[in-house]
Structure formats: structure tokens, C-alpha cells
């Protein structure tokens, strides 16, 4: 048996501070793209990270979640998620990183990742990590139209995210099953679970005070992970590279406003973000 749904629905002021949440986490991921260079170890975007977040007055999500020791996930090549920085992962050029980032503040949490590539990387793995991008953004549409037209459910947003996927082009990405996106609030993780994948029409309505964590994880191979003996470090079975995108969101009556996003996601909504994002 499923047990009932426990979604925390956010008033206009509570949304404000997921906001200020946000922008402290899009603050540290600016500054860890920025740092990424042959030569620079995982730790050292880690340290980063913090002391931006710290600056900021908040406090890492991440650091101390269920035992995890980090203020950052940082995943390279074939590591699809949850990879802890370390002094030895020493990025190389070629490489590709995935940086996952939360912060909290003043008890709300933002969250959110982005892909970098490492100097010169293959063209696929880049092509890969734009297809994934897009499908987030398409997939932040579809929620903006479904809460407009109070139509909208939750698995409406995981069916785009994966036709965005496979009406990319040439090749079938593989959509890393079981792991996805979240609600988001005083918890980081919270319900509901939004898959990267599924049939539309399906879980609870689209409605103004829903603020979701939306993530989708592609691979360049199939798309079967194994956990490694750390408990943490997420890897493809086949060894195939990953990607992996994130920013938290919040619906409002007239649309979407992107809390993690610096310009609030207005460049990529267009009329569907709302009016709070501008």
C-alpha cells in the first residue's frame, strides 16, 4: 500500500525566503563553474561552495544530511550523483562535472546542480548535457501551463522531461531510473517524488504553493547505476559518462518563478514565468 502524500504548500511570503534560499545556492554554483579548470581537485570546489553559502549567512544543506560529509556532490564522468569531494579527485581535461549544491537559510532550503565540462570535452557528452537542460526547462513549462490552466499533475511534468529526452535527435540518452526531483521547504527532500520519466495525467494537482526540486540525470550508455561502497557515490553500471541538472522552483497563479535561477528563470520561460520573477 502507498502511503498518503504529505506535500507542504508554501504561502507567498514562505516562497520570498525559498527565494533568498535560492539565490544564495545559484551564488556557490557561479563560483564553482567559475573555479573548474584542469588541475583543480573536487575538494577545493567544495571548500568554495561553503565559503560562499557561509558568507552568505547560511548554512550548507548537504553537510551532515543522513551522515554526508560535504557541502557539494561532485560528479565526474561516469558518477551520476551523490559523489563526495575529495583532495584525489583531480579534474583532468575532458572531464565533465556535475555539482549538486543546497543551502539553507533562515530555515528554507534551495537547491540545485549544474554540468560543467573540463576544458575540450566530447561533443556527445555536451550535446547530452544541453538535452538535459532543455528537458528541465521544458519540463518547468509544462508546470507553469498546468497550474495556469488548473489542469495540471505532477507526472505531467516527469512525461515532458522524458519526450523532451527522446525527440532530442540521434541518439536514445539513457534516463537514470528511480532517482528524480522533489518537493522542497523546511526539508530539503520532501513529497512529493517527480520521476524523469512517466505518463502524463497521473499524482496530486499542479497548484499555486508547490515549490519542486526538478533533476533530470541522463547517461551517454544505458542507464543502470550501482551505489559504490561509500554509501554515497551513484556510478553507471556500463561506465558510460552522466549528467545531471537541478534547480528548485516554485508555482504561482500566473506561472513558474524559478527560485534558483538567477534572473528568477525569465529568459527561459518567457510569458510562462510568473510575474514575482520579474
Not at 16 to 32: Q, S
Not at 221 to 230: I, Q
Request: aromatic content about 4%.
Amino acid at each position: 500500500m502507498r502511503r498518503p502524500l504529505d506535500i507542504q504548500y508554501k504561502t507567498p511570503e514562505q516562497i520570498d525566503r525559498m527565494r533568498a534560499a535560492g539565490l544564495v545556492v545559484a551564488e556557490a554554483l557561479a563560483a564553482t563553474r567559475k573555479a573548474v579548470a584542469p588541475g583543480v581537485s573536487t575538494a577545493e570546489l567544495d571548500a568554495i561552495a561553503e565559503q560562499v553559502i557561509r558568507d552568505a549567512g547560511a548554512v550548507p544543506s548537504f553537510k551532515g544530511y543522513h551522515g554526508y560529509p560535504a557541502t557539494i556532490c561532485a560528479s565526474v564522468n561516469d558518477q551520476v550523483v551523490h559523489a563526495i569531494p575529495s583532495a584525489e579527485q583531480v579534474l583532468r581535461e575532458g572531464d565533465v562535472i556535475s555539482i549538486d549544491c543546497g543551502a539553507v537559510l533562515n530555515g528554507w532550503h534551495g537547491d540545485a546542480a549544474i554540468t560543467v565540462p573540463v576544458g575540450e570535452v566530447d561533443p556527445q557528452i555536451l550535446q547530452m548535457a544541453a538535452v538535459a537542460e532543455e528537458a528541465m526547462w521544458a519540463g518547468i513549462r509544462e508546470a507553469a501551463r498546468g497550474v495556469r490552466s488548473g489542469q495540471g499533475r505532477l507526472s505531467d511534468i516527469s512525461h515532458t522531461i522524458q519526450t523532451t529526452v527522446r525527440r532530442s535527435g540521434r541518439r536514445k540518452y539513457g534516463i537514470v531510473p528511480d532517482y528524480g526531483g522533489h518537493g522542497i521547504g523546511t526539508e530539503m527532500h520532501q513529497d512529493p517524488h517527480l520521476l524523469n520519466y512517466g505518463r502524463p495525467g497521473r499524482g496530486p494537482q499542479l497548484v499555486p504553493g508547490l515549490v519542486l526540486a526538478i533533476e533530470p540525470m541522463l547517461t551517454l550508455g544505458r542507464p543502470r547505476t550501482v551505489e559504490l561502497a561509500d554509501g554515497w557515490t551513484v556510478v553507471t553500471r556500463d561506465g558510460s559518462p552522466a549528467v545531471h541538472v537541478e534547480h528548485t522552483f516554485a508555482l504561482l497563479e500566473d506561472g513558474a518563478w524559478v527560485l534558483t535561477a538567477e534572473d528568477g528563470g525569465v529568459a527561459r520561460l518567457g510569458e510562462l514565468a510568473s510575474a514575482r520573477a520579474r
